[in-house]
T-cell receptor
Framework: DTGVSQDPRHKITKRGQNVTFRCDPI?????LYWYRQTLGQGPEFLTY????????KSRLLSDRFSAERPKGSFSTLEIQRTEQGDSAMYLC??????????????FGSGTRLTVV | GEDVEQSLFLSVREGDSSVINCTYT??????LYWYKQEPGAGLQLLTY?????DMKQDQRLTVLLNKKDKHLSLRIADTQTGDSAIYFC???????????FGRGTSLIVHP
């Protein structure tokens, strides 16, 4: 297992277009998280899944954002009708569930979105 | 959850020790972590400490935990230019243990 993979690494899109990002977590990890990070800020939580269930969504997440993890493995994050304010790095992370003892997050390299 | 408090910048000379401090609010965490983020990259788990320990050493890294004051620090001995990065100490927020990240501390190592 090579860690958490995110695709694409970079995405440039025109305002108003829809974009979809993919995250492949570490296979043994049943928790998957999406964060967004803008320049000079720390990662901001968007949503997380335990297996295929989306258990929590940030109140900051507008209804233009949707995430899925249909089979409890990879996840997709879709942004509809993109706006310039959506330009950011989108980070995915995975972890074992807390019941498995020590937990830490393994982050992917992120998808950098630029909306022009 | 509340944001952790960290200084935004730390500048050190190569070969010196660096100490990055963090004050957190949620004392229910079983573990506390340090993450490192290099430019343009995701976050990398650097080290962690179990909450009933007060110190952990891992090669050049020393983590100190003062639970009473909710203060966590990361000491990097013999700091190298490759240590230049942003360092985060997140804390879990809520019962689902979703970490909350502050802005981190940007460590700048100069020759």
């Amino acid at each position: 297992d090579t860690g958490v993979s995110q695709d694409p690494r970079h995405k440039i899109t025109k305002r108003g277009q829809n974009v979809t990002f993919r995250c492949d977590p570490i296979s043994e990890h049943n928790r998957l998280y999406w964060y967004r990070q803008t320049l000079g800020q720390g990662p901001e939580f968007l949503t997380y899944f335990q297996n295929e269930a989306q258990l929590e969504k940030s109140r900051l997440l507008s209804d233009r954002f949707s995430a899925e993890r249909p089979k409890g493995s990879f996840s997709t994050l879709e942004i509809q009708r993109t706006e310039q304010g959506d330009s950011a790095m989108y980070l995915c992370a995975s972890s074992p569930s807390t019941s498995q003892g020590h937990y830490g997050y393994t982050f992917g390299s992120g998808t950098r979105l630029t909306v022009v | 959850g509340e944001d952790v408090e960290q200084s935004l910048f730390l500048s050190v000379r190569e070969g010196d020790s660096s100490v990055i401090n963090c004050t957190y609010t949620d004392s229910s965490s079983t573990y506390l972590y340090w993450y490192k983020q290099e430019p343009g990259a995701g976050l990398q788990l650097l080290t962690y400490i179990f909450s009933n320990m007060d110190m952990k050493q891992d090669q050049r890294l020393t983590v100190l935990l003062n639970k009473k004051d909710k203060h966590l620090s990361l000491r990097i001995a013999d700091t190298q230019t490759g240590d230049s990065a942003i360092y985060f100490c997140p804390e879990p927020s809520g019962g689902s243990y979703i970490p909350t990240f502050g802005r981190g501390t940007s460590l700048i190592v100069h020759p």
